[in-house]
């Protein structure tokens, strides 16, 4: 593919004046090879749902279906009883922890490069993500990110998670940005892509390093679909 491939709404979007790139961590600027896939199936499990089962089937399409969401939203879409969908979330996260120990999250080549010259360039970056609190910040200690963003944002810090627009809207006011329209917002995930149309971001992004196509990322609304975060900086230059 090109090196940018621009989306028939791409002429309506702005990369000039961008001062705030939000951008996504699981897909996005890190791999973590089915972790959270993984971590999703093993705590299904612990919740009596297992491989094989209808239910299972059904879950898992759901989970595959909602990637960038808020991981609890998500268990209580599955499970409704608050509890029961705590209990899920809970096993997740421990599950999700064990495995990044283990070191099954990589970043994504160039992605720490990438977020680097953008805040030399003037740029701020916050890192947002579908994870808790303590579930990112060990994700990020395990890269050893913990001081690489300006700011990272995980929907308890915001209100709600994507698709709606909060942690957008969060990070624009957290980085003092003048307005929500110099603003890129940088995902996988068709959800990213919606946050970034709802807040209103003068620029969105989607990358193909994650596990949706490029017209999937394209019938989202994306204003440019690009093979990885590697190449943001030269969409935000006019390449």
Same mark, same amino acid.
Request: a negative charge; aromatic letters at 4%; glycine letters at 10%.
């Given at each position: #593919? ?24 699981? $897909? ?18 612990? #919740?009596?749902?297992? =491989?094989?089962?209808?239910?299972? &089937? ?8 909602? #990637?960038? !969401? ?20 809970? #096993?997740? !996260?421990? *599950?999700?922890? !064990?495995?990044?120990? &283990? $070191? ?5 080549? %160039?992605?720490? =490069? ?5 805040? *030399? ?8 993500? $579908?994870?808790?609190? %303590? ?26 998670? +994507? ?23 940088? $995902? ?9 149309? +709802?807040?209103? *971001?003068?620029?969105?992004? &989607? ?14 609304? *994306? ?10 900086? !030269? ?5």
């Amino acid at each position: #593919m090109p090196l940018t491939s621009p989306t028939t709404s791409a002429r309506t979007a702005s990369r000039a004046g961008i001062r705030l790139a939000v951008i996504d961590m699981a $897909g996005t600027t890190v791999t973590d090879a089915g972790a959270v896939e993984n971590a999703f199936v093993q705590a299904l499990r612990h #919740m009596g749902v297992h =491989e094989g089962s209808a239910a299972h &089937a059904r879950m898992m399409d759901h989970v595959r279906a909602t #990637m960038g !969401e808020s991981k609890i939203s998500v268990f209580r879409h599955l499970f409704g009883e608050p509890d029961d969908a705590d209990r899920a979330n809970d #096993m997740f !996260e421990r *599950a999700y922890a !064990e495995l990044v120990a &283990a $070191g099954h999250c990589k970043p994504i080549p %160039g992605a720490r =490069e990438t977020i680097e010259a953008l805040r *030399a360039s003037g740029i701020a970056v916050v890192l947002n993500t $579908g994870f808790s609190p %303590g579930t990112r910040d060990s994700l990020l200690a395990s890269l050893g990110w913990l001081d690489l963003a300006d700011e990272v944002l995980s929907p308890a810090d915001a209100g709600r998670g +994507r698709p709606y627009p909060d942690m957008v809207l969060t990070a624009v006011l957290r980085t003092r940005t003048p307005s929500v329209h110099d603003t890129v917002v940088v $995902g996988d995930t068709p959800y990213d892509i919606e946050a970034g149309l +709802r807040a209103g *971001a003068g620029l969105v992004v &989607a990358v193909l390093t994650g596990a949706h196509t490029e017209p999937e990322l394209r019938a989202a609304g *994306a204003h440019y679909v690009i093979d990885s975060v590697r190449r943001l900086p !030269e969409v935000l230059q006019g390449s």
